[in-house]
């Protein structure tokens, strides 16, 4: 089965950093497209980054010049280096990817992790 497994998540204090994995395992052909997503309390699920496949990112405007995206493709990880951070960056930030699998047949389809929890304290 193929999943994604977020780590590095935590409790740090406003102006601190934070270094967020996501690791894709199980039988995959590619990766494609990844970012990170997150959500806070009573608010919508928004995208914070991007990359895709040959190295291109997007970022939000509230995380730019403060947060950087990467990805290793021999390893299947994808990082997100979090700087500067704000008390408003306090949600639960989520992994997506979408991944190609190979069995009698190309297939792709959009995976999620299960999320990190990531507070930040004024």
């Known amino acids: 089965q193929v999943q994604l497994v977020e780590s590095g998540g935590g409790l740090v204090q406003a102006g601190g950093s934070l270094r967020l994995s996501c690791a894709a395992s199980g039988s995959i052909f590619s990766i494609n497209n990844m970012g990170w997503y997150r959500q806070a309390p009573g608010k919508q699920r928004e995208l914070v980054a991007a990359i895709t496949s040959g190295g291109s990112t997007n970022y939000a405007d509230s995380v730019k010049g403060r947060f950087t995206i990467s990805r290793d493709n021999r390893k299947n990880t994808m990082y997100l280096q979090m700087n500067s951070l704000k008390p408003e960056d306090t949600a639960v930030y989520y992994c997506?990817?979408?991944?190609?699998?190979?069995?009698?047949?190309?297939?792709?389809?959009?995976?999620w992790g299960q999320g990190t929890q990531v507070t930040v304290s004024s």
């Open positions: 997506n990817a979408d991944m190609t699998q190979y069995y009698s047949g190309y297939y792709s389809r959009d995976y």
